[in-house]
T-cell receptor, first 116, second 107 residues
């Protein structure tokens, strides 16, 4: 499968614990995005990388959230001291920056986080 | 990103064309119109995008009005597997999703 993959698919954790999610983008894609989706809502943008550089962060990305893409390939999203409000689907997407400027994104299956 | 307006839900009979409208009157000149869909509990799936011209691919057709203030996504022969939430997004690199249109395809 050459699509975007995410691991784990499901995570249950207790409030106050730290969790880390991994995303592997489509191999030739140089942009990687993280989104969060709660029940009944559309996905909300969190942050994106172009290669290793984190170029934009949403105000939704509190200090407890950190994302990295150390070698410009896979990315990790860490949530420290989880809260019940962090329960959501965390989606990763990737795209190829193209001449002409369209940036269609391809999404992974998501990681569903439940904080108890 | 442009603000978009979509009907909350639509119905379509299997085998018929599904025409999903979207208003994006605040779209700027360099922003694309993207369409995605999301089947329950899956990640969003890219369908099609356009800037000014109408576009067609193996999944759908996109009709953009000349003033670029609205567009229509056309699924020419809807199947039960097309039941999903459809999102219209006006943007450039990052995507701002609204609540989309829940399309229900019935036998």
């Amino acid at each position: 499968d050459t699509g975007v993959s995410q691991d784990p698919r499901h995570k249950i954790t207790k409030r106050g614990q730290n969790v880390t999610f991994r995303c592997d983008p489509i191999s030739e894609h140089n942009r990687l995005y993280w989104y969060r989706q709660t029940l009944g809502q559309g996905p909300e943008f969190l942050t994106y990388f172009q290669n290793e550089a984190q170029l934009e962060k949403s105000r939704l990305l509190s200090d407890r959230f950190s994302a990295e893409r150390p070698k410009g390939s896979f990315s990790t999203l860490e949530i420290q001291r989880t809260e019940q409000g962090d329960s959501a689907m965390y989606l990763c997407a990737s795209s190829l920056v193209a001449t002409g400027g369209s940036y269609e994104q391809y999404f992974g299956p998501g990681t569903r986080l439940t904080v108890t | 990103d442009a603000k978009t307006t979509q009907p909350p839900s639509m119905d379509c009979a299997e085998g018929r064309a599904a025409n999903l409208p979207c208003n994006h009157s605040t779209i700027s000149g360099n922003e694309y119109v993207y369409w995605y869909r999301q089947i329950h509990s899956q990640g969003p799936q890219y369908i099609i995008h356009g800037l000014k011209n109408n576009e067609t691919n193996e999944m759908a057709s996109l009709i953009i009005t000349e003033d670029r203030k609205s567009s229509t996504l056309i699924l020419p022969h809807a199947t039960l597997r097309d039941t999903a939430v459809y999102y219209c997004i006006g943007g450039y690199s990052t995507l701002t999703f609204g609540k989309g249109t829940m399309l229900l395809v019935s036998p």
